[in-house]
């Protein structure tokens, strides 16, 4: 007859050496999660939205209007009022409805209210706003770049604008801040560029001559 050893065919006997025969065992799937992870972090990278993302873009490049800040504000103002209605209406004894309730849609209702006041509508684009700059440092420009900006409480939107000189490399420089409502020019300074490109590479710079 058989004995019951207590030990399953498909496990070695208590005792038995690894000889080294199974494939490496753990330290195998080991290794293998460890590459899994390396390559995983490199493949996290931060990206740009699509619409922000200027890099493939062919033509004329718009900025968002200042006005979609409306949006948001609009909905602020409609959950605040809900908000302050219910608790009117219904009162603060019931389940769902307290003080907490009354003082979050005032809260909304007033944040609601300043985004509408900060929703500017630009009406200075990049392209006008780079020509008065131009006008206004006295000088041909060549390369220059513009941002937009928000000025003061309100939060009114303000192109400011680096501009260059036209020579190569470049004797002046200036920047411009100019409001994106008006077309007025805030604040504006230009000098002698102090920059020294003479030791950058000029395949890089722009800088090399063509012929």
């Known amino acids: ?62 900025f968002p209007n200042n006005n979609r800040r409306r949006i948001p504000a609009t909905i602020y103002l409609v959950l605040g009022a809900a908000c302050v209605v219910a608790v009117s209406v219904v009162g603060t004894d019931a389940p769902l409805l307290n003080v907490g309730v009354l003082w979050a849609g005032v809260l909304l209702v007033a944040f609601g209210a300043y985004g509408l006041v900060a929703g500017w509508t630009l009406r200075i684009d990049e392209t006008e706003a780079l020509s008065i700059a131009s006008g206004q440092v006295g000088f041909a420009v060549g390369h220059a770049s513009a941002q937009q900006v928000w000025r003061g409480w309100t939060s009114r939107p303000t192109w400011r604008i680096l501009l260059y000189s036209a020579e190569n490399p470049p004797s002046q420089r200036g920047i411009v801040l100019l409001d994106g409502v008006s077309g007025e020019v805030v604040e504006w300074f230009a000098e002698d560029n102090p920059e020294d490109w003479s030791g950058l590479d000029p395949s890089r710079t722009g800088l090399a001559d063509p012929g």
Not at 23 to 45: C, P
């Open 1 to 62: 007859m058989p004995s019951d050893t207590g030990a399953s065919e498909d496990q070695p006997a208590a005792g038995a050496e690894d000889d080294g025969t199974d494939g490496g065992g753990a330290e195998d799937v080991v290794a293998e999660v460890v590459v899994a992870d390396d390559v995983l972090d490199d493949d996290v990278v931060d990206e740009l939205p699509e619409d922000l993302d200027a890099t493939g873009f062919v033509g004329p490049y718009t």
